[in-house]
C-alpha cells in the first residue's frame, strides 16, 4: 500500500478557516501582525512588498507568490520603500472581506489576499513542529485561486460547507509544502521527504506503523548503514527515528480513540503494540493519561 506521509500529516491536522481577507496597498505602508501561534498564508495578486519574520527572516514577494507560516510568528508586511522610522498601520475595512492599507486614495500598488486558519487536532503543535517555520512558494498563481475558493466557501452558508473547507485547506497546505521553492533550514517533515533515502524509511514507516521497526530495519530502507541512517535522520528530521515513530504512532492511537470505533487492544495492535497494557504503560507516558480516559474526555 502507497501511504503519503505528508497528506497523512495535513489530513491529521484538521485544518479549519477562521477567515480570509483581500488587502489592498498604495504608497509607503507597514503592518505589524503579532505572533498567534495559528496557520497564516498570503498570497500576492498584483505589485510587490516585503516580510520578514522575527526580525530577521525577510523575503521580497511578488504577483505569484505565496508564504504559508504553519505556526504564526511575528510578522512586519511592508512597501519596499518603506522608510525605518514608518510607523505600523492598521488596515481600514472597506468592504465585506475587503481593507485598504496606506494611501487611501487613487490606485493600489499591491493586491494580496490573506488567511488564517487552525487545526482540529490535540496535537497541533508536535505535527507542526515537523514542518519548515516557513514555506515560499514562487510564481504559483494556482495557489491565490484556491484562496479564493476558500474565501468564497467562508463567505456563503452552503451545503457541508465545513467539509468543503476543510478539503480546500488540506489542498492549500499540501500544495504549499510540496512546491516551496524557499523554506527555513530548520530540520523538520518536509526536508525528510526531500531527501531521497530518508523518504524511503519515512515511507515505509507511515505505511506500516504496526510493524515492529529497528533502526536497522529503517536504516536497510533506507539503503544506509545504522550510524549514518540515525545521524542522517537526527539532523534533517530534527529528532531520532524512533522518537519520530513513537510521536506519530500516538498521534494515530489519539485520532482512533477519539473516533471511539476500536476497543483499546485494537488501538494497540494498530500502531504497533503487542498488547493492551504496554500500549497503555506507553501511551500514559506520552499523554498523561490512560488510553481509555483519553476516549472518554476528548472523544
Not at 497528506?7 to 491536522?13: N, P, R
Not at 498564508?41 to 505589485?47: D, Q, R, S, T, V
Not at 495557489?143 to 463567505?155: G, I, K, S
Request: proline residues 6%; aromatic residues 8%.
Amino acid at each position: 500500500m502507497t501511504v503519503d506521509p505528508l497528506a497523512e500529516f495535513v489530513a491529521l491536522l484538521q485544518p479549519a478557516a477562521r477567515f480570509s481577507k483581500l488587502v489592498e496597498c498604495a504608497g509607503s505602508w507597514r503592518i505589524h501582525r503579532e505572533a498567534t501561534g495559528e496557520p497564516f498564508y498570503c498570497a500576492i495578486l498584483e505589485g510587490s512588498c516585503r516580510v520578514t519574520f522575527d526580525d530577521h527572516q525577510s523575503f521580497i514577494l511578488q504577483a505569484g507568490d505565496f508564504v504559508l507560516a504553519p505556526a504564526m510568528r511575528n510578522l512586519v508586511n511592508e512597501s519596499i520603500d518603506a522608510p525605518a522610522d514608518l510607523s505600523a498601520m492598521i488596515p481600514t475595512q472597506v468592504g465585506e472581506g475587503y481593507f485598504r492599507v496606506g494611501r487611501r486614495d487613487g490606485p493600489a500598488d499591491l493586491r494580496m489576499r490573506i488567511g488564517h486558519c487552525s487545526f482540529g487536532t490535540p496535537d497541533s503543535a508536535l505535527l507542526v513542529s515537523l514542518l519548515p517555520d516557513v514555506v515560499l512558494v514562487r510564481d504559483r498563481p494556482r495557489l491565490a485561486t484556491l484562496m479564493q475558493l476558500v474565501d468564497e466557501e467562508t463567505r456563503e452558508q452552503r451545503a457541508a460547507r465545513e467539509i468543503v473547507l476543510a478539503r480546500l485547506l488540506e489542498v492549500v497546505l499540501i500544495e504549499a509544502l510540496r512546491s516551496g521553492t524557499e523554506t527555513t533550514s530548520a530540520p523538520g517533515l518536509s526536508r525528510g521527504l526531500d531527501d531521497e533515502r530518508l523518504a524511503a524509511a519515512l515511507h515505509a514507516m507511515h505505511a506500516r506503523p504496526e510493524h515492529p521497526w529497528t533502526v536497522a530495519d529503517l536504516a536497510n530502507e533506507a539503503a544506509l548503514s545504522r550510524s549514518a541512517f540515525f545521524a542522517r535522520f537526527n539532523r534533517i528530521v530534527g529528532l531520532p527515528p524512533m522518537e519520530y515513530l513513537l510521536a506519530w504512532r500516538m498521534a494515530l492511537a489519539k485520532q482512533l480513540l477519539r473516533n471511539r470505533n476500536l476497543a483499546i487492544d485494537q488501538v494497540a495492535e494498530r500502531v504497533g503494540y503487542g498488547s493492551a497494557s504496554t500500549f497503555s504503560v506507553a501511551f500514559v507516558r506520552h499523554a498523561g493519561m490512560p488510553p481509555a480516559r483519553y476516549a472518554r474526555t476528548v472523544g
